[in-house]
């Protein structure tokens, strides 16, 4: 119940009209403290916003630059394993696919391939030489070459 419904409500009782100005001014009162403690409300919970933003916006940045080095590193492993796959397939002597069934089982000839191509000096490859490798295809397409020679016999 307001205050005006109660000073309404009294029965048989004279209210003094200086007694509801002073409760009406003090409903006034009463108004704008709430009005105040909503504002500060607002105001508390908006600085709260705006601090979680900060930390989302500062935690979002962290993630990127993790990532950013992250990706930095895979690039430079990568191309690590690459020089030592062109040295494998150039100075070494292999075939691709036997070097990289000697790094790994699960090294695909594709895979070392594209690691071999990340190398920015890559290695001569001596394997496709005469001297090391006579009548076995070489390189990343020696799939292909057999294929090719095999559908060249029946072509003709």
Same mark, same amino acid.
């Given at each position: ?76 492993? @990568? ?63 020696? @799939? ?13």
């Amino acid at each position: 119940m307001t205050v005006r419904g109660w000073l309404t409500g009294l029965r048989g009782h004279q209210v003094d009209e200086q007694l509801k100005v002073g409760v009406v001014m003090s409903d006034q009162s009463v108004r704008q403290a709430a009005r105040r403690k909503a504002r500060e409300a607002q105001r508390t919970m908006r600085s709260e916003r705006v601090a979680r933003e900060k930390r989302l916006d500062a935690w979002a940045v962290d993630v990127t630059v993790a990532l950013a080095q992250r990706d930095a590193w895979v690039a430079e492993c @990568e191309q690590r394993a690459g020089q030592a796959l062109a040295a494998m397939t150039g100075t070494g002597g292999l075939r691709l696919r036997d070097a990289a069934q000697r790094c790994r089982p699960d090294l695909t000839p594709r895979e070392a391939s594209r690691l071999r191509r990340l190398c920015p000096d890559p290695v001569p490859d001596q394997a496709t030489s005469e001297t090391h490798n006579v009548g076995n295809p070489v390189g990343p397409d020696e @799939e292909h070459a057999v294929v090719d020679e095999h559908d060249a016999e029946e072509g003709t």
